[in-house]
Structure formats: structure tokens, C-alpha cells
């Protein structure tokens, strides 16, 4: 952790790191996209269909990955009193809360052929759901606050405490799920993947991955740079 | 250890003859969880068996939003005038302050709600089978949905317009108590087991009872700095 | 209380402080012995509120400590919560209630036990509400309020008392009446720290917290990480 601890030598950190994201992002999505449309067997249940699970399953991944991002760093945030990881939880909130997005889009066109309907109450998806709630209460509360430094530790609040709840939120919406649906409903993702899925969805997870890392890396330099400024601007007041 | 436990009272007393006397929270939640309930036979119609079908899920959502009524006030109103920071400065400290408080917030309108909850039963045509378990999921519950909102409360103390934002940091969070609140009472009807339903609606609110008051005291004292 | 033991005093050691990213003050250091009065003096915004409110325990400051009677308080600890008695601009009094019952609750939330009755009476005869002890505060008028929050002083044993702009809205009679108490709390031993510029007792030292206003091209260190070695 003490690599980040300086603002200027994280930034020069992420400059290394970026370019890389870059190169990675371009050649795996090309290459898993020409695996997921044109050389990854159709499914005999789902049709072409099934194709959508190569974005969805690791927009999916990527949504929980990002709040344990954000829980992490809520983490070290209000233990170390940490500036850069108030602004890593705040910089990776928006790019959650659109993989998120992304994972319940995906999953209701997915669903339009296969349950006939776009919204069905699958324990999988109305999680995704709530997740998304809790990313929107995050994103709130750091716009609800003026001052900054607060607005950070409130929101780490809630973060940890929403991780916290993560896990019981996904186990009761099963249990309900079950109780509620017959158990012959189709699930989103097969747990039978033939190996000739797998590597499509590898290719796109480490894709969707590489561009969290360059979105990630270029919020929270704006973010530092939008900090400088406002300490820039209040020193130009004070001093006068 | 004495002394904290008697400011305890004191705080839960204190509470509880506010959250009753003029403007405060208690009768009004009162009446939300009752003009509420009373709204969805207009809204889906008096038809008997649809009426028994929903009144687990009716109740138990419209109690769990007169309890979300009530709660931004719980430290607002102490915030505004600064009492809020003679509870800080208490010589039991603010965790067990903050614990009272929410004791008292369930106290004063959870609790009334709870117990009027079988005469909504009774207009919601729900079945005789249900109303031990509706009585007993919703005092439990009830508990969680004090000590969850209350972080809420406590995130949003210090703001002028908290009451929409509170909502949102609160509601998803609430949604395993809800579950496990209706399954219960789903079971109960159909004659199985309830002993799940409720084990596991006791375990939330046990992680809530854990989790709530702490992170509420550092949220408070966030605000009042 | 504590009259025979002149080594107790308050210990500010280069306390510094900042709000919204703005440094407030830095370095600052004073030790207040038992039986003195710190007049808190300085411009609007120099950070006597904000002292006061480092001292009572409520507000963490960036750096720096504050010890009393030889122990350094802990933030968020009980000692820290519980040696000082804190009045702030607001009165913390519930309208409802009559100033009866609010002094009760207020004694429950810091002894957990009601006020005393004959010490009720007698700090509201010294502060002239007598006649309103059974009144609803809505009732009052802003200086009857704020009398009737000063009332904590007489109520309540705590050694230290921390004072935010005490004499706002007093009459001169209540003015002495609260010199009056402050002077008593002086001779039996107690430490007074008041933001004020109207000296009400007599026996007090100043103490200008805005000498103590930082350099303005330093930053507090939450700040401060955001200019370092930008190159």
C-alpha cells in the first residue's frame, strides 16, 4: 500500500501502468469478440443467443469486482485516513455502477428469447439489482456532502457496511428465489461451459478487466488533479 | 458499568417520551402503517383470496416504510438543536448512547406497529394460521430495520434534505429482513415450518444489532465534527 | 473538588486543526493550571469554536494532543467525553419540555440520575428562571434560553468547562450572576476556558488563538498529499 501513498508517485505509476491496460484491453477484446461471434459453437438450448453471455458474464464478474475495489479501499480509507483511497472508492464507483448496468441490460436481452419475457425475478439478476442500488447510494452520498474529506469517510461508511450485507443480500435473494420459482427455470450462466465457451469468456473477462484499470487509473488522476486545484484555489483565497 | 447502563435508560425514556409527545414520530408512523395498509384493497381490489395472497407482503413492506418514516429523524432532531453533542460528551460514551437511541426509535414506533399489526391482518383477510408468526416476524424484524436504518439516519444527519438520500443507502439493505419477514408468514399459512424462516430473520437482525450501532457512532461523530 | 491539588492543569500541546481542507490553526500550545480562566480571543474564524470543541472531545484535531491532569486524552475515549462540560451556540433544549424536565434530562444523559432538586432550584434562582421552571422553553425568550442552557453549569460536576460566547444576550445582572458561578468554579479548583471577547470574571488570562493561524502555503496533510513533489 505504501507504493500509493504519494499522490505524484502513484500518478507516475499509473502513466507506466496505462499504456499496457491499453494494449491488452485493444488485443484481447478484439480477439475475444472474434471467438465469442464467429468461432464459439452456438448452444442447443440458447441459439445464437447465447453469445451474450460472453459480455455479460464478465460485466457480471466485473461488478462485484469493483465493490470489493470499493470496499477495500473504504477500508484503508477510514483505518489510515488515507486521501488516495477515499479517491480510488470514488473514481471506481461510476465504472461499477455501469458494469453493473451493463450485466442487467445484457442479462434482460438475454432473457427476451429465452424466458420470453425481459425482466424475470432470477436470483441472479435481482441481486445484480440490488447491487446496483447500493452503487447509486454510494455515488449519492458523495454528492450529498460539501465538504469532501467528510463526504469520503461517510461514503467508506456505508461501503463496508453495504459489503457486509453483500453476501446476505445474494443468499436470501436465492432463498427466495427458490421458494418462489420453479427449480426447471433456466439459469443465466449454464454451470455445464463447454471448453470452447471458456475461452471467449476468458478472453472478454480479461478485457472488461484491462478497461476497468485504464478507467480506474484515469479517474483518480483527474480526481487528483481536481483536488489540486481546489487546494490551489483555497490557498489563493487564504493568502489574500 | 452501572452508571452507563442507567444513562442507557435515561436515553431510552428520553426517547421514547419524545418520539410520543406533539411532533414527534410515533403516532404518525402509526397512522402511515395504517392509512397505507388500507390503500391496496383500493388498489387490486377487495377480491378476498387476492387480499390473503398479498397480506404478508403488504404488511411487512408497509411496516418496514413507516419505520423508514420515522428514522430521519432519529439524530436530526438532537443534531438541530445540539444535543446531539451533550449525548457525545456522555460519560457512558456514544456507543451505548447510540444503542439507546435505537432501542428507543424501535421502541416508540416499531413496537406500537407490531402489536396493531393483527387487526391489519384481520382487514387484509389474512389467514387465522399466520398471525403468530406476522406478530413474531415483525417484532423481529422490525429490530434489524432500526439498527440498519439507523446508519442511514446517521450517514445523513447533517443534511438538509436527508430523508430522500436515507432511503436509498437504507432500503436494499433491508431486503433480507422483508424475505425472510414474508417467507415466515407464507410458511405459517401453508402449515410448514417456520423455524428457518425465523432463525434466519433473528441472525440479520443479530448482524444489524452488531454491525448498526458501530457504524453509526462513526458516522455521528463524522457529522459532528 | 480539587482545591488541594494545584498540579492538575489542561495541557494543549501544538495542537493544530482544519476544516474543509482549510488550515485553521497550528502549534498551538497552552497549559491551563486549576483555578485559572482562558479567555479565548482572536477574529471570527480564527478557530475559538473549533478549539473549544477539539477540547470538549468532539472534533479529532490533525495533529497534536491535549492532556489533562497528566493523562493525554484519546479521541473517542471516555475520559476524553467526560472530564469537560461543553456549552456550544446552541442551547440543546427541547421546546416541549419545561426547563424541568430538561434539566433533568440532560443531568440523566451526563450522571444518569435527575438533577438535584434543592441544586435545581438554586441554579435557577442564580440565573433568575425560578418563576419558570414549570414553563414549557418554547415559551422562553433566546436570552431565557440561553440562560436556561447555561444552567447546565451549576447542575453539573465536571472540572473542566469549555464556554462558546457565554454572555451572548445577558442582561448585567445575569452577566454577574454568571461571573458569579464562574468564580466559584475558579476557587474550588476548576479550569475555565471561554471564547469571548466580553472578559465577564475578573481574574482571567487572554489567550489569542488567531496568533496561531498558519503560514498560508501550508495545508493540513490531507491537502498537502495532493501538492507534494509535483513534478
Not at chain 1, 507516475?12 to 501502468?17: E, G, H, S, V
Not at chain 1, 425482466?119 to 441472479?124: K, Q, S
Not at chain 2, 407490531?114 to 394460521?129: I, Q
Not at chain 3, 493525554?72 to 456549552?87: G, M, N, W
Request: net charge neutral.
Amino acid at each position: 500500500m505504501h507504493i500509493f501513498a504519494n499522490p505524484a508517485r502513484f500518478v507516475r505509476l499509473a502513466d507506466k501502468i496505462m499504456p499496457w491496460a491499453v494494449v491488452v484491453f485493444i488485443g484481447t477484446l478484439g480477439y475475444g469478440l472474434y471467438l465469442a461471434f464467429f468461432d464459439s459453437p452456438i448452444d442447443y438450448q440458447q441459439g445464437e443467443s447465447v453469445r451474450i453471455m460472453y459480455v455479460h458474464v464478465p460485466a457480471a464478474w466485473m461488478s462485484m469486482f469493483t465493490y470489493m475495489v470499493i470496499a477495500v479501499s473504504s477500508f484503508v480509507a477510514l483505518v489510515w485516513r488515507h486521501p488516495l483511497a477515499q479517491i480510488a472508492g470514488k473514481a471506481a464507483a461510476p465504472i461499477g455502477a455501469a458494469f453493473t448496468a451493463l450485466a442487467l441490460v445484457t442479462g434482460a436481452l438475454w432473457g427476451k428469447p429465452m424466458w420470453g419475457t425481459y425482466w424475470v425475478w432470477d436470483g441472479r439478476l435481482t441481486s445484480v439489482l440490488i447491487l446496483f442500488f447500493l452503487y447509486l447510494g454510494y455515488m449519492a452520498i458523495w454528492q450529498a456532502m460539501d465538504d469532501e474529506e467528510k463526504a469520503g469517510r461517510a461514503a467508506a461508511i456505508l461501503a463496508l457496511v453495504g459489503s457486509v450485507n453483500i453476501p446476505i443480500i445474494k443468499f436470501s435473494v436465492d432463498w427466495w428465489n427458490t421458494l418462489h420459482q420453479p427449480a426447471s427455470v433456466m439459469r443465466l450462466d449454464g454451470s455445464t461451459i463447454d471448453g470452447s465457451m471458456l475461452w471467449p469468456l476468458f478472453m472478454m473477462a480479461i478485457a472488461f478487466q484491462a478497461y476497468f484499470v485504464i478507467v480506474f487509473f484515469w479517474r483518480m488522476k483527474l480526481e487528483i488533479d481536481r483536488r489540486k486545484i481546489a487546494v490551489l484555489r483555497l490557498q489563493e483565497v487564504s493568502g489574500s | 458499568m452501572n452508571a452507563s447502563f442507567a444513562i442507557m435508560i435515561s436515553v431510552i425514556m428520553r426517547d421514547v417520551r419524545l418520539g410520543w409527545s406533539q411532533g414527534g414520530t410515533g403516532t404518525m408512523s402509526l397512522s402511515f402503517f395504517f392509512i397505507a395498509v388500507t390503500l391496496f384493497p383500493f388498489g387490486v381490489g377487495p377480491e378476498p383470496q387476492v387480499l390473503t395472497r398479498i397480506a404478508p407482503g403488504v404488511i411487512w413492506v408497509v411496516a418496514l416504510l413507516a419505520c423508514l418514516l420515522s428514522l430521519d429523524r432519529l439524530y436530526q432532531a438532537d443534531y438541530e438543536d445540539g444535543s446531539l453533542d451533550d449525548l457525545a460528551l456522555s460519560p457512558a460514551g456514544l456507543l451505548p448512547v447510540v444503542i439507546a437511541k435505537i432501542l428507543a426509535h424501535w421502541i416508540s414506533t416499531s413496537l406500537p406497529l407490531v402489536l396493531l399489526s393483527p387487526l391489519l391482518g384481520l382487514l387484509m383477510n389474512l389467514p387465522a394460521e399466520g398471525y403468530v408468526q406476522l406478530v413474531l416476524s415483525l417484532a423481529i424484524g422490525t429490530l434489524a430495520l432500526s439498527f440498519i436504518g439507523s446508519i442511514g439516519a446517521a450517514l445523513t444527519v447533517a443534511m438538509r434534505r436527508g430523508g430522500v438520500l436515507l432511503s436509498l443507502l437504507v432500503l436494499p439493505l433491508y431486503i433480507p429482513s422483508l424475505i425472510f419477514g414474508v417467507t415466515g408468514i407464507d410458511a405459517a399459512i401453508m402449515g410448514l415450518d417456520v423455524l428457518p424462516h425465523t432463525a434466519l430473520l433473528s441472525a440479520i437482525t443479530l448482524v444489524a444489532v452488531v454491525l448498526g450501532p458501530i457504524a453509526s457512532a462513526s458516522a455521528i461523530r463524522l457529522a459532528l465534527e | 473538588m480539587a482545591i488541594d491539588q494545584p498540579m492538575i492543569e489542561l495541557v494543549l500541546d501544538s495542537l493544530a486543526c482544519q476544516r474543509g481542507g482549510r488550515p485553521v490553526f497550528e502549534g498551538l500550545s497552552v497549559r491551563v493550571k486549576a483555578g485559572h480562566l482562558l479567555y479565548l480571543k482572536g477574529a471570527n474564524g480564527c478557530g475559538k469554536s473549533t478549539l473549544l470543541r477539539i477540547l470538549g472531545g468532539l472534533l479529532a484535531p490533525s495533529s497534536g494532543t491535549v492532556s489533562y491532569d497528566g493523562t493525554v486524552l484519546q479521541q473517542h475515549d471516555i475520559p476524553f467525553s467526560a472530564y469537560a462540560l461543553y456549552l456550544g451556540h446552541q442551547n440543546a433544549l427541547k421546546p416541549i419540555w419545561t426547563l424541568r424536565q430538561n434539566c433533568d434530562a440532560l443531568c440523566r444523559i451526563m450522571t444518569g440520575r435527575d438533577a438535584p432538586v434543592e441544586r435545581l432550584l438554586e441554579t435557577a434562582e442564580h440565573f433568575d428562571l425560578s418563576r419558570l421552571l414549570d414553563q414549557p422553553v418554547r415559551y422562553f425568550s433566546s436570552g431565557q434560553k440561553h440562560r436556561a442552557a447555561l444552567m447546565r453549569f451549576g447542575l453539573i460536576d465536571r472540572p473542566v468547562w469549555l464556554m462558546d460566547e457565554p454572555t451572548v444576550g445577558l442582561d448585567s445582572k445575569n452577566r454577574d450572576a454568571l461571573a458569579g458561578l464562574m468564580e466559584k468554579k475558579l476557587a474550588s479548583g476548576g479550569i475555565i476556558l471561554a471564547a469571548t471577547h466580553d472578559p465577564v470574571a475578573a481574574a482571567g488570562t487572554d489567550f489569542d488563538v488567531s496568533a496561531f493561524a498558519p503560514a498560508s502555503d501550508n495545508s493540513g496533510p490531507f491537502s498537502s498529499a495532493f501538492l507534494e513533489d509535483w513534478a
